[in-house]
């Protein structure tokens, strides 16, 4: 069936989930700053860093709904979904392409990037691009078990950053990943906080995601912790001196992040939860702009 342009290009927007890209493109305007601080900003590797890590990104979300879809876990009505293959818009292989054609183009990025940082950027890359494929797909999916906030941590909170700042500097000191670790808590609350609406239908899937294993209580524990390890973490760097004074600039961000610690446990219900996710989206991309706008300042 014919559909309009726009029609097409609203669904496939809609498969990239666009409020989840900030999370792909705050670690890479992070890992920037550090490097202008440390006079090594080049705009052509960060420009190819940014775009390449929002394909992975947007690929990553198209595994995500070609594989539940798959599975059974997305029906008709589920929350948080984009909807378009449960709903008929776009056949299910035509998604899975999709993804597989943003990891070639990011892949195109990745061979410029190699070129430019050499071997190790291969390495961490290669890493990258094999995390966002495990996270929805294989035998036992990430996405699928207790170890997935852990693991969003670890690549988009912190492995984005040191990317990012290597294609730009040729390395790293040891400063960046541990500069990287305010990123890590709010990016993985946003996985956390989608894990907490989708208890029920994960647990009727067959997933065993934190809140399914150790139950909602301590998923609402552990989000909570990963809100105030984003500031708790800012400043020990500052007290340290391996970030500036001025990223004293991410705590008027605490009222958001105040108001998400009191609706996490207020609400349960995924038509109320979903609102949540989508603000904890909002607070990392908030934190993040914030946590750069103070290295750039006290570069």
């Known amino acids: 069936m014919y559909q309009p342009r726009a029609q097409v290009f609203t669904e496939w927007f809609r498969l990239a989930r666009p409020f989840s890209l900030t999370a792909a493109a705050v670690p890479v305007l992070f890992g920037t700053a550090l490097a202008w601080r440390d006079g090594a900003f080049e705009p052509y590797p960060f420009l190819a860093m940014l775009f390449g890590s929002l394909l992975i990104q947007a690929a990553t979300n198209m595994f995500n709904e070609f594989y539940d879809e798959r599975r059974g876990l997305d029906v008709a009505g589920t929350v948080g979904i ?9 056949a299910a292989r035509s998604v899975l392409v999709g993804a597989l054609a943003c990891y070639t183009l990011a892949l195109f990025l990745g061979i410029y990037l190699i070129s430019v940082g050499g071997w190790p950027i291969l ?27 852990a693991a969003v941590f670890a690549f988009m909170g912190v492995l984005i950053v040191v990317i990012a ?135």
């Open 123 to 149: 390495v961490l890359g290669c890493l990258s691009a094999l995390g966002g494929y495990l996270y929805s797909a294989g035998p036992r999916p990430i996405a699928y078990t207790p170890a997935s906030e």
């Open 165 to 299: 700042y290597a294609v730009q500097a040729g390395g790293f000191p040891l400063s960046v990943p541990l500069a990287a670790l305010p990123i890590g808590g709010p990016v993985a609350a946003i996985l956390l906080a989608n894990n907490l609406r989708d208890l029920v239908s994960d647990r009727r899937g067959g997933r065993r995601t934190l809140p399914i294993v150790f139950g909602r209580e301590v998923g609402v524990l552990v989000y909570r912790a990963l809100l105030l390890e984003a500031y708790v973490a800012v400043t020990v760097l500052m007290a340290f001196g391996l970030v500036p004074p001025e990223c004293v600039l991410v705590f008027p961000s605490v009222f958001a992040a105040s108001r998400l610690w009191r609706d996490i446990a207020r609400y349960s219900t995924p038509g109320r939860l979903d609102p949540v996710v989508k603000r904890t989206a909002g607070l990392h991309l908030v934190f993040g702009l914030l946590y750069t706008a103070g290295v750039l300042i006290g570069g």
């Open 82 to 90: 984009a909807g378009s293959i449960v709903g008929g818009r776009v």
